[in-house]
C-alpha cells in the first residue's frame, strides 16, 4: 500500500517509461508526470499537488471554483 500522490493522468507517461517506449515527436506535452520510480522502487512521488477541480460555470462571487490537494 502506497501513500503517495498519483492522478490518473500520470498513467500514461508511467506506463511509456515502464515499457521503455517514447512518444513520437510531434506529440503535445503530457499533463501527467511519470510514477515509474515511486511504484518499481518504492520512491517518494514527484508530484506535489493535485488539481481536482477548475469550473468558471458555478461561480458565486466572482471568482472560478477551484479544488487542490497539496502535499500530504
Known amino acids: 500500500m502506497s501513500h503517495e500522490l498519483i492522478h490518473i493522468s500520470d498513467?500514461?507517461?508511467?506506463?511509456?517509461?515502464?515499457?521503455?517506449?517514447s512518444l513520437?515527436?510531434?506529440t503535445?506535452?503530457?499533463d501527467g508526470i511519470s510514477q515509474w520510480n515511486m511504484?518499481?522502487?518504492?520512491?517518494?512521488?514527484?508530484?506535489?499537488?493535485?488539481?481536482?477541480n477548475i469550473d468558471p460555470m458555478s461561480s458565486t462571487d466572482g471568482t472560478d471554483n477551484r479544488t487542490f490537494l497539496v502535499g500530504m
Do not use: K, M, V, Y
Open 11 to 21: 498513467w500514461f507517461p508511467t506506463i511509456l517509461e515502464a515499457t521503455g517506449c
Open 24 to 26: 513520437s515527436d510531434d
Open 28 to 30: 503535445p506535452p503530457l
Open 39 to 52: 511504484l518499481s522502487q518504492n520512491d517518494p512521488s514527484t508530484r506535489i499537488e493535485i488539481l481536482h
